[in-house]
């Protein structure tokens, strides 16, 4: 009985903390999605100062991560995207319409992990994406 406890219980603990990471993982994703959107439409239509994509893309990146908290196993990326007029359209209905996509990389916990002489890691993290088109002239015009 105690050589099965013996090799139940590395399994019982790599269970245990895959589990704790999905359920972080859930928990950091369903905060961002709600953040981001939120952010996008607050700050990123409208941004307070001057009226470009870059102050745009800053005010919604630091919107974020001020939701998100301090977590150290989570970064937030921004980016934004000028959309194009179709080639064959003559004139656009709205020529400003702009899409942010927000980024959250998650990194599993324990990223090193050092235990009876074996190390292992985690290079790895799991990232997950969010996008929104926003007129930037116009508040409310959503795409």
């Given at each position: 009985?105690?050589?099965?406890?013996?090799?139940?219980?590395?399994?019982?603990?790599?269970?245990?903390?895959?589990?704790?990471?999905?359920?972080?993982?859930?928990?950091?994703?369903?905060?961002?999605?709600?953040?981001?959107?939120?952010?996008?439409?607050?700050?990123?239509?409208?941004?307070?100062?001057?009226?470009?994509?870059?102050a745009?893309?800053?005010?919604?990146?630091?919107?974020?991560?001020?939701?998100?908290?301090?977590?150290?196993?989570?970064s937030?990326?921004?980016?934004?995207?000028?959309?194009?007029?179709?080639?064959?359209?003559?004139?656009?209905?709205?020529?400003?319409?702009?899409?942010?996509?927000?980024?959250?990389?998650?990194?599993?916990?324990p990223?090193?992990?050092?235990?009876?002489?074996?190390?292992?890691?985690?290079?790895?993290?799991?990232?997950?994406?969010?996008?929104?088109?926003?007129?930037?002239?116009?508040?409310?015009?959503?795409?």
């Amino acid at each position: 009985m105690s050589v099965e406890l013996a090799s139940i219980i590395p399994l019982a603990i790599v269970v245990a903390i895959t589990m704790a990471n999905i359920m972080g993982y859930l928990i950091c994703c369903a905060v961002f999605d709600r953040a981001s959107l939120d952010a996008v439409l607050a700050h990123g239509v409208s941004p307070a100062g001057p009226q470009t994509e870059l102050a745009a893309v800053a005010e919604v990146e630091s919107a974020i991560e001020e939701a998100m908290g301090e977590n150290p196993a989570i970064s937030v990326e921004v980016s934004a995207a000028t959309l194009s007029v179709p080639s064959g359209s003559l004139v656009s209905l709205s020529p400003h319409l702009t899409r942010f996509t927000c980024t959250l990389h998650f990194r599993p916990w324990p990223q090193r992990l050092r235990f009876a002489g074996a190390s292992m890691e985690a290079p790895f993290e799991i990232v997950h994406t969010r996008s929104l088109v926003v007129d930037r002239y116009r508040p409310g015009v959503v795409m």
